[in-house]
């Protein structure tokens, strides 16, 4: 019996949102419903949407973000699980059947993601990086013992990755609208408060966003969003006052990737001192990747420094 509500938002998409519908269509386990949700686009997105006819269920709403067209179709969605997919990646067709199987095995998960292909102009990667030897050793999948220590060492859960029991999304509540970027990470957390992970360590998602942007213009996606970054402190006000003591160290490392994030995104953006005191606050929970030690050591060598590395940053974002 079909038991998956299918939830893709979908902003100014037209020229992907197509292969998102299609790969829902065409699941070896049928879902229940398919619930696309239209985010004031201003394209030819609706007309693309609207295409398909009842198979698929079209909402309209003025333009709000990602978080608020999700929770759009979360009121309205009425299957026991939910699989929330963006308009620019898509499933393989196994993803249903087998997300579906792992939590009817598993009764008191919350919610399981699959391993995950993401397709970038620098080169395809999978996360969990090490999903081949997960998969040989644990076939059916595995309960994560520790879900905040194991993402923020693996960086494993992308939105199209996940499924989620609709009895957890009850508990919980929907998504947080007022977070324009990272809201599906905030929820990821949120989730973990309530009950445990799992994960099916087969590549079932792509994602294609990175190439989607390119092709439709990289700053002209992100540069809105940039302007809307919030803070870390907004990012985590549902989540800490839910977690056990045990969850906390991985999870601040989970804060410091997202930390990082908005710190760029904030000098990209025109914030610079607020990416600046992001950096003081949370640097020592950050990923050690390139872009945040310039920022680490420009802020140690001064302002003017923290001013060139930001005209360095804006250099290069442009040339993306």
């Given at each position: ?187 990821w957390a949120l989730l973990a408060t309530q ?126």
């Amino acid at each position: 019996m079909a038991a998956t509500s299918v939830i893709i938002p979908a902003y100014n998409s037209e020229k992907s949102v197509s292969a998102s519908i299609d790969s829902a269509l065409s699941q070896t386990v049928a879902p229940l419903e398919i619930i696309v949700v239209d985010d004031g686009s201003t394209d030819g997105t609706a007309e693309v949407i609207k295409a398909y006819g009842g198979i698929v269920r079209y909402l309209w709403q003025e333009n709000a973000g990602q978080g608020a067209a999700r929770n759009t179709g979360l009121a309205e969605a009425k299957g026991e699980f939910i699989a929330l997919l963006d308009a620019d990646d898509y499933w393989k067709p196994e993803f249903i059947e087998r997300m579906e199987g792992f939590l009817r095995a598993h009764p008191d998960l919350v919610a399981a993601s699959c391993a995950c292909l993401a397709e970038r102009q620098g080169g395809d990667y999978h996360t969990p990086a090490h999903h081949a030897d997960l998969l040989s050793q644990h076939p059916e999948g595995l309960v994560l013992d520790d879900f905040f220590e194991f993402w923020a060492k693996h960086d494993h859960v992308r939105t199209g990755s996940v499924l989620i029991r609709h009895d957890a999304v009850k508990a919980v509540g929907l998504q947080n609208p007022a977070l324009r970027i990272s809201q599906d990470l905030e929820y990821w957390a949120l989730l973990a408060t309530q009950g445990p992970w799992g994960l099916l360590p087969e590549v079932l998602w792509v994602g294609t966003s990175d190439k989607v942007a390119r092709q439709t213009g990289w700053r002209k996606k992100y540069a809105g969003r940039r302007k809307k970054t919030p803070t870390v402190e907004a990012w985590e006000a549902r989540v800490l006052p839910r977690m056990s003591a045990d969850q906390v160290e991985g999870f601040k490392r989970v804060r410091g990737r997202v930390a990082a994030g908005f710190a760029v995104n904030h000098v990209l953006g025109g914030s610079p001192k607020t990416g600046r005191d992001i950096i003081r606050q949370y640097g020592e929970d950050m990923p050690h990747g390139a872009t945040i030690k310039i920022l680490k050591k420009a802020d140690r060598m001064g302002s003017l420094a923290w001013w060139a590395a930001g005209k360095v940053l804006r250099y290069r974002d442009a040339r993306k």
